[in-house]
């Protein structure tokens, strides 16, 4: 049965990291990642300390997702505008900046809820530009019979740093925050020197005007490709509802009884699971069934939320978010391989930025959502109605998207060849 889904390569399993730009961006990448990790770790515990209220670590996200939401088309069309590396640069330094702020308002006892909610904002305005310019630089990077390792390897890099990031943040954390944030400043630091590194020119400088109608072009571009729509809008609508991960300091605190420690092991289960699935994809790629493929991770992570939601003990809850974030990693490789080899590169920053205007509803709104049912309903029943929602939209994509059901090899020449069929077809 794995044969059939999955292709070993030994040979290219890590092809990627045969090339310099590529090594460098990872590790910018991946320092910048674990820098911003260790940084909400610390904001999220320090905010439920703070207010105990499950309401505002909800806002925790709203402030992260409302700069995506408002500038995610602005951001596209200047990461097809000008050099990449240029706008991740000055994000990273704008976030190493409110960290610096975050250390110095917690050493002086003068951090407050809404002072936290305001730096968020700049956090958010610096993801805003920095997720389409990183996302449509990767292919750039390796040639075109490697863009699905690199994809892999980003993804894995990512989550290493997911993992890393809260676990070591909830080690620190019982020395106070203010270490969190000190440590965090150092890796943004490190990550802005890595990513000044990558001397990359291929990128195609997109000509056109910065005018509404090229500002709109990659959301048309996304809404005219229904595989498109039905990637991006699955992850969406999925983990907007089975956005449980933002009541972990409930669940630590109030339901398993762990602390802080077991509070740093809840997330960074979530992301070993993710990270696990990951590293597979990099050795045993999808070459098969790759749109049911992504409709079934989306059922498992359902199911594997109505679990953890439910559960009391916190072997069955670790069992649950391992399996949440394996799930949730091969969603990731699919969409990622669809949304950056189908684009063509002068548009990838603006395909890039509707992409993570979706990806940040689905983690960062997701977060809002489940603190405020978390609050009207309770955090269990907000939790396993998540859950149950999640399998509905898995559901009902593949009832409403034959389209994106029939997708089968994301092999760059085979995807786009089954990709132009589909289209003639509708």
């Known amino acids: 049965m794995l044969s059939n889904l999955f292709k070993i390569n030994s040979v290219t399993g890590r092809a990627a990291f045969n090339h ?26 320090q905010v439920y300390q703070l207010t105990g209220e499950a309401l505002d670590l909800g806002l925790v996200g709203l402030a992260q997702f409302l ?74 990077l390796v040639p075109k ?36 944030y000190a440590t965090s400043i150092i890796l943004f630091i490190l990550s802005t020197i890595f990513t000044l590194l990558i001397k990359t020119n291929t990128q195609t400088i997109s000509k056109t005007p910065i005018n509404l109608k090229n500002i709109f072009n990659g959301l048309e571009f ?45 997330r960074a289960t979530h992301m070993i699971g993710a990270l696990s699935g ?24 359902g199911l594997a939320i109505i679990i953890f939601g439910l559960s009391t003990y916190f072997w069955l809850s670790i069992a649950a978010l391992f399996i949440i ?3 949730d ?22 395909v890039s930025a509707v992409s993570a205007v979706f990806i940040g509803a689905s983690n960062e709104l997701g977060e809002l959502e489940s603190g405020v049912t978390a609050h009207f309903w309770g955090t269990v029943p907000a939790v396993v109605v998540g859950g149950i929602g999640t399998i509905a939209i898995a559901g009902l994509f593949a009832y409403k998207l034959p389209e994106l059901r029939r997708v089968n090899s994301l092999d760059p020449d085979d995807l786009i060849e089954k990709y132009q069929k589909l289209e003639t077809q509708t």
């Open 329 to 350: 990693s091969v969603s990731v490789f699919i969409r990622n391989n669809l949304v950056q080899i189908i684009t063509p590169d002068q548009m990838r920053g603006r």
């Open 325 to 327: 974030g394996s799930a």
């Open 20 to 45: 310099a730009d590529y090594r460098y961006f990872w590790l910018a990448r991946l320092l910048g990642v674990l820098a911003i990790e260790m940084q909400i770790t610390a904001i999220s515990w």
């Open 67 to 140: 700069p995506f939401l408002i500038l995610f088309l602005v951001s596209g069309s200047l990461a097809d505008r000008f050099k990449r590396t240029h706008i991740m640069s000055v994000c990273v330094i704008l976030q190493t900046i409110c960290g610096i702020i975050f250390f110095a308002l917690t050493v002086n006892g003068e951090i407050n809820f809404l002072t936290i909610f305001i730096i968020l904002i700049f956090v958010g305005i610096a993801r805003a530009f920095q997720s389409p310019a990183q996302s449509a630089i990767v292919p750039l």
């Open 278 to 301: 990951a590293l597979l994809l990099t050795q045993y790629p999808i070459t098969r069934f790759a749109g049911k493929s992504l409709l079934l991770s989306v059922v498992v992570f």
């Open 222 to 266: 996304v809404l005219k490709r229904q595989i498109l729509v039905g990637a991006i809008g699955l992850d969406l609508f999925a983990v907007l509802l089975g956005g449980a991960t933002a009541l972990l300091p409930i669940f630590a605190t109030d339901i398993l009884n762990v602390g802080s420690t077991g509070f740093g092991a809840l």
């Open 145 to 180: 019979e490697h863009v699905a390792n690199a994809i892999a390897w980003t993804s894995s890099g990512f989550q290493m740093s997911r993992i890393a990031g809260p676990g070591i943040a909830g080690i620190m954390i019982i020395s106070g925050e203010e270490l969190v």
